[in-house]
């Protein structure tokens, strides 16, 4: 599996080896070991969670204040433009994001450390969507910042109407928004 530091270097895209016939693909999704080795630091993964959303659906942007979680996600049917914007006030990328495209065909990965929001826009009719955490899901925690902030003007890839939870809708700004230390 190659891998590869984005803007953020903390943030990792990862490549797996597809092998191909006419029968059909295998690769290797995860190896602990390969992506201890990529990331510098033994993670733990305790959950993982399974969401489907139909086109122009945006979620995000999305963290745990307290029981912050590292997730590793995939796309296994469809397409999403992937978010992840560093709001760690000490780190030299406060403020900052990177995106790209995960999808069933393409089969990247990307490793989102704690201390980042992340958030997705599905692009194709409907997107599959996996992701492992390092903690659990602690809703009193949840904070979103809202997606279309100035401040951190993530260039989304819209092409119709958004479809947003209330929650989402609601977000509050970067600005205001509660960080890490």
């Not at 984005?6 to 190896?31: T, W």
């Not at 963290?63 to 999403?80: D, F, H, N, T």
């Not at 900052?96 to 450390?113: F, M, R, Y």
């Amino acid at each position: 599996m190659k891998s590869t530091r984005l803007a953020i270097p903390e943030v990792l895209l990862f490549e797996p080896r597809v092998f191909g016939d006419e029968r059909g693909v295998f690769f290797e999704s995860y190896n602990q070991r390969e992506f201890e080795l990529a990331v510098g630091r033994k993670i733990n993964f305790v959950q993982s969670n399974h969401s489907r959303s139909i086109q122009h659906v945006l979620r995000g942007l999305h963290y745990q204040i307290k029981q912050a979680q590292g997730k590793l996600v995939r796309v296994v049917v469809g397409e999403v433009f992937d978010v992840a914007v560093d709001i760690r006030r000490s780190s030299p990328t406060f403020g900052k994001w990177v995106g790209g495209i995960l999808s069933a065909e393409n089969k990247h990965q990307l490793w989102i450390p704690a201390g980042f929001a992340h958030g997705f826009i599905v692009l194709s009719d409907y997107a599959e969507f996996l992701y492992n955490t390092t903690d659990y899901w602690a809703p009193e925690h949840e904070r979103c910042i809202v997606w279309n902030d100035a401040t951190l003007a993530i260039d989304w890839p819209l092409t119709g109407k958004l479809i947003l939870s209330e929650k989402d809708a609601l977000g509050v700004t970067f600005n205001a928004a509660e960080v890490y230390d």
